[in-house]
C-alpha cells in the first residue's frame, strides 16, 4: 500500500511539472521509483520512461555509463550515478532525470559500501547534482526510501 507521503509527493510533482517531461535510470530499486510515477493519474502528461539498468552491461549499452568509471568507483559511485542521470537524458530526451545506484542488501559484497548506501544523480538541463545516502531496513525498506529521496529531488527541480 502505497503511503500517505508519496501520495502527496506525486500530487506536487503533477501539480509542477508545467509541461516539463521527467525520466527515471533506476538500478537498486528496479523500477519502483518509474511505477511511483505511473500510478498518479495524468502521469504520460509528466513521465516519459525510463531504463532499468541493474548490470553493469546494461549501464553502458542502454545509459551510456563509461566502462572506465564503473571500473575506478564501481557502479555504485556518484560518478556512475551522473552518467547515468545524463544517459537517461539523451534518451529520451526529457526536461529532468534520475539515477539511482546503490546496495539494497541483504549483504554487500564490497567492504567500503554498505547495504543501504544509495548513489542518486539528478540532471535538469542545467546542472547535474549528485548525492549519496545511507538509508537503513531490510532490501524493501532500502528501496522504498530511495525512491521517496528521489521523488523530494525531483521536485526541488521542479520548484
Not at 550515478?81 to 539523451?90: F, L, V
Not at 545511507?134 to 521523488?151: D, E
Request: with cysteine; proline share 1%; aromatic share 8%.
Amino acid at each position: 500500500m502505497q503511503s500517505k507521503y508519496i501520495t502527496s509527493l506525486l500530487q506536487q510533482i503533477k501539480l509542477n511539472a508545467n509541461g516539463r517531461m521527467i525520466s527515471v535510470a533506476e538500478s537498486c530499486t528496479g523500477g519502483l521509483l518509474a511505477s511511483y510515477l505511473t500510478q498518479e493519474v495524468g502521469s504520460s502528461n509528466f513521465f516519459t520512461g525510463g531504463v532499468i539498468s541493474y548490470s553493469n552491461e546494461s549501464k553502458v549499452k542502454l545509459l551510456n555509463v563509461s566502462i572506465s568509471n564503473l571500473s575506478t568507483y564501481g557502479a555504485v559511485s556518484e560518478e556512475v550515478a551522473r552518467e547515468m542521470a545524463s544517459g537517461c537524458q539523451d534518451q529520451f530526451n526529457s526536461d529532468i532525470s534520475i539515477s539511482i545506484t546503490g546496495i539494497a542488501g541483504p549483504d554487500s559484497d564490497i567492504s567500503s559500501k554498505p547495504v543501504g548506501m544509495v548513489c542518486f544523480a539528478v540532471n535538469n538541463c542545467k546542472i547535474v547534482q549528485s548525492f549519496t545516502k545511507y538509508f537503513k531496513g531490510n532490501r524493501l525498506q532500502v528501496r522504498q526510501q530511495s525512491c521517496v529521496f528521489a521523488l523530494e529531488l525531483i521536485i526541488d527541480n521542479l520548484i
